[in-house]
């Protein structure tokens, strides 16, 4: 990303949500974004995925300019947005249909998927029938079953209770740790993106810009227990008085 910016309209209102944004992903990095609510979060990611378009800067994505939607890559939301008449496997296979992918070949993959993230054994059950974690995993099944070299994640864990929300942390690291995926990651949480980046960007309020970059030196796997570390403590105590002194808080 090259100083992107965005601006919309609201109403009769014009909202300056991004501004100067430059940020580079190395292949293969896990990077969170974190701030504060209406800092621009969702709308970077976004615009990073070509879903929307930018009204300053530049995307760049394999050195070829991002000019709409990045079909190579997957995305997951703050809902799973699953068809409530469709079976876990018919959502998941949702987007064998939208691409035109062998049926043969994309139901051996979503069963791979499934049994990968806990949820195998589920196929034939309903939305209505499944955890909020449970739903999730469906969702991140469906973003992967063309098997993406970019994730895309938006907040995908903010809806659930604490203990299933760790949970899917480690699960999403897991996940990532067995693959060969860049993934942009966007949440609220400072445990979390500790947990799970390489790499933490951290953006102060509206007009949303980078405050700072933090390279995240823990090893991997990471558990729970990293957080108590002292350097995790640490940071987490530096990346709150930086939003604090930038009035996040």
């Known amino acids: 990303m090259d100083s992107v ?5 609201a109403g009769k209102k014009q909202i300056h949500a991004l501004e100067d944004i430059d940020l580079h992903i190395n292949h293969g990095e896990f990077v969170t974004i974190i701030g504060p609510s209406g800092c621009g979060k969702s709308t970077l990611l976004m615009i990073a ?14 050195g ?7 079909t190579d890559s997957g995305f997951v939301f ?22 035109g992918m062998d049926p043969e070949h994309a139901q051996q993959r979503a069963r791979e998927l499934m049994d990968l993230t806990g949820i195998g054994g589920f196929e034939d059950v309903y939305p209505t029938e499944l955890s909020g974690g449970m739903r999730q995993r469906v969702s991140i099944c469906r973003a992967l079953l063309h098997d993406p070299p970019i994730l895309f994640m938006d907040e995908p864990f903010g809806a659930l209770d604490a203990m299933t ?5 480690l699960d999403t690291q ?15 949480d400072i445990g979390e993106a500790l947990v799970l980046a390489d790499k933490v960007v951290v953006l102060g309020p509206r007009p949303g810009r980078i405050l700072k970059i933090y390279d995240v030196p823990f090893p991997r796997p990471r558990s729970m227990d990293t957080l108590g570390e002292p350097t995790a403590t640490e940071m ?3 990346i709150r008085e930086l939003l604090r002194e930038h009035g996040a808080f």
Do not use: C
């Not at 910016?5 to 309209?9: E, F």
């Not at 070829?64 to 990045?70: A, D, I, L, M, Q």
């Not at 703050?78 to 691409?99: H, M, V, Y």
């Open 174 to 188: 897991d996940l990532w740790l067995h693959g060969d995926k860049t993934v942009l990651f966007v949440t609220h």
């Open 165 to 169: 929300r760790e949970q899917m942390m």
């Open 64 to 70: 070829h300019k991002v000019t709409g939607p990045f």
């Open 236 to 238: 987490q105590h530096e």
């Open 78 to 99: 703050q809902d799973a947005s699953l068809l409530d008449w469709r079976t876990t496997l018919k959502n998941i296979l949702l987007q064998a249909e939208a691409r």
């Open 49 to 62: 995925a070509g879903l929307e378009l930018p009204t300053a800067g530049e995307v760049h994505i394999g």
């Open 5 to 9: 910016g965005h601006t919309y309209q």
